[in-house]
């Protein structure tokens, strides 16, 4: 009489060989090997993909959390003095057209210039952004009141520094500094450094090294004033509802801004990186599946010796009555028990990994004397992980599918196995 397929006692016998001691035939210890290898492989596929999937969305929200996700800028005009002059005159306006176009969250007028900086002794380069008290108030980077110290409300009294600049300069809330501009005032003998000094009002924190070592922000009519802009501002920083589509806000924006605009979105600016980081991702994901190939093969050879110490058992259970497929079941069983808990022990302590990575960090930082994660390299000040479904999805397909697959054949192997040839020297 046919049985059904995976019956109770294949099950049964597969169970057994599984846990049998080498002594009896068994090769527990290839199981354990390949149950350890297929753990070890799908944590590490977990934990880089969940690192991989938050180091990216940090990068993202530190460049959409503190930047313009799309600037206007004027493709600009001979002067008088033969100099070519791109700054925009009538910005008040331009930017309440940039408003009304669907879409738009907000348009801030813009002044930008570089300088030196200075506090007693320490001197270091910065970027100066002027902007009003309002727009500034509109970046969640920069506005963020959890990170940052000061008054938010005082800014235009002062200016805001990043929290990479207030470290250069050892400079706190309240102290006076200097800004040491070479385009200063003009005079009958040449252009004359401008130097003034402003209060440190809030000191803010975005996130990424490079913004908050490099970036100071001053009101916008100072800034006008300082770097001779009156009456005009250097360009108009819009954000968009949805940054991650900002190509398809491309052509109402330069339709509203005029014949004369030119834009640069936040993909232009972070493109390269963002590529390579999608090339990673995917050489990534290919090395790591090979990982779990290769500790997938550990089965093949745990079963193919598994076939070879039980041969005797097959030809009785040939004998018996047993089928090639049933045969074929129970050798597929043992292999595919083996993949499914490895697999689920990798996705638990992958799981595990992505949840608690800032103590395991820092008990890694602590071990190693600190210094393991240099922000001024990497640009965001922690390694962040963020843990996906169908990442996790993709690991387990991707573990279980090879581990199936290699199964089949030593199973195979053992369900053509000639039930005579097996019991003919025992």
Known sequence: MATPPFAAFEWMIAWRYL?????????STMTWISLIGITLAVFALIATLAVRSGFRAEFVDTILGANAHVTIYNLGSVAENGRLDRTITDYDAAADALRAVPGVTRAAPLVRGQVMINLRDRNAGVEVYGMTAENLASLPRIADLATSLGDIARYGEGVAIGSGVARELGAQVGDRIKLISPNGVKTAFGTSPRINAYEVTYVFSAGRYDIDRTRVYMPLAEAQSFFNREGVVDEIEVMVEVPEEVDRYASALLQTAGDRAQIWTWRDASGGFLRALEVEDNVMFIILSILVLIAAMNIVSGLIMLVKNKGRDIGILRTMGLTEGSILRIFFICGAFTGIIGTAMGVVFGCLFAIYIDPLFSFVNYVMGGGVWDPSIRGIYALPAELHLDDVLSAVALSLGL????????????????????????
Do not use: C, K, Q, W
Request: hydrophobic share 45%; net charge positive.
């Open 19 to 27: 846990r049998a001691r080498r002594a009896e035939g068994g090769v």
């Open 403 to 426: 581990s199936f697959v290699v199964t089949i054949f030593p199973a195979r192997r053992a369900a053509r196995m000639n039930p005579v040839e097996a019991l003919r020297y025992e």
